[in-house]
């Protein structure tokens, strides 16, 4: 399959301090900090523009305060940006909160901004022109407004016969929307990628792989991403294939799997099979938790 990919998602600031302690109430902890573009929704398209995809596209909303350094930063990975500015909400920030210990574990505090007043005036049925698949965003799913778009994009893909992949995204925003709302929105949606905890959430089976085998009944292909256990691709019930992790050194697991996700989709339009683009995958993956940030490298 050829064609551009459109992802719909959120665009924030990451600020990401790495601790090598713990974390000391009440005083300092010494931290290395930085400032960096992410979101989900970005990073996805970012990784899918640096894996080979040649067109991809991203719909999101910032604030006036980081519209002209967001749409840089895309356009600087490869990625064509149809950024919305709102009038009112400020950019979202995420701070990173990354122990650089061990496996390079996060803790999110999350300002959604302006990402998640995505609605369905932002859409337009011209977006999917020339567009081989569409990518949504799990956070989209978390405020009223940007579900409102979830069902106009999912309708105007299914008019026109692109297929639909979704992130659940966050397994603490997953919670607070319940499962059976998650499930009911995404109905239709072709290609499901959880997380090992996502997958544990949306199925209530502690096994990854009862978890992978059981959505794999809601949604024709189901790759839940494992970390560093790798990937499970299932359909109809099954798990047919287990990809393992590819080797890496840990430094900052964000976008870790936005990472996956985007390589993975970029494998598909590229003509890969589903276990193909999951061995992609767990290579980008593998890449990002060697990496601060949830981006991968740009050529500047």
């Known amino acids: 399959m050829r064609g551009a990919l459109l992802v719909v998602g959120d665009v924030v600031t990451d600020v990401v301090a790495r601790h090598s302690g713990p974390l ?18 970005a990073n996805v398209a970012c990784w899918a523009a640096h894996r080979g995809c040649a067109d991809v596209r991203l719909l999101g909303r910032v604030g006036r305060d980081g519209a002209a350094w967001h749409e840089r930063e895309l356009r600087a990975s490869g990625v064509r940006p149809h950024l919305v500015v709102d009038p009112e909400a400020a950019t ?7 122990d650089a210990a061990d496996a390079a574990e996060r803790t999110f505090l999350t300002d959604s901004g302006a990402s998640l007043r995505l609605n369905p005036d932002d859409w337009s049925p011209s977006l999917l022109d020339g567009v081989a698949r569409l990518h949504l965003s799990g956070y989209l799913f ?42 009911a929105l995404a109905e239709g949606v072709d290609v499901l990628l ?8 949306l199925t209530g089976l502690p096994e990854p792989v009862d978890a992978a ?25 099954v798990v047919e294939s287990r990809i393992p992790a ?18 993975f989709l970029a494998a598909l339009l590229a003509g890969a099979e589903a ?4 061995v992609e995958g767990c290579g980008a993956g593998a890449l990002a938790v060697g990496r601060v940030g949830g981006r991968p490298p740009t050529a500047a």
């Open 24 to 41: 000391a109430s009440g005083t300092d902890t010494a931290s290395a900090i930085r400032t960096l573009p992410g979101g989900a929704g």
């Open 142 to 183: 978390f405020s009223e407004p940007s579900r409102a778009l979830v069902t106009v994009a999912l309708d105007s893909a299914r008019a026109r016969g692109v297929p639909v992949s979704v992130d659940p995204a966050s397994a603490g925003f997953l919670t607070g929307l319940g499962v059976d709302r998650f499930l």
């Open 213 to 237: 085998a059981k959505l794999s009944r809601l949604f024709p292909l189901v790759v839940a991403k494992q970390g560093a256990d790798g990937a499970l691709v299932a359909r109809d019930g």
């Open 194 to 201: 959880p997380s090992r905890d996502e997958a544990r959430l």
């Open 92 to 98: 979202g920030t995420v701070i990173c909160l990354v």
């Open 246 to 263: 590819a080797p890496a050194t840990p430094h900052d697991s964000t976008g870790a799997g936005d990472a996956f996700t985007g390589a």
């Open 275 to 278: 276990e193909e683009a999951a």
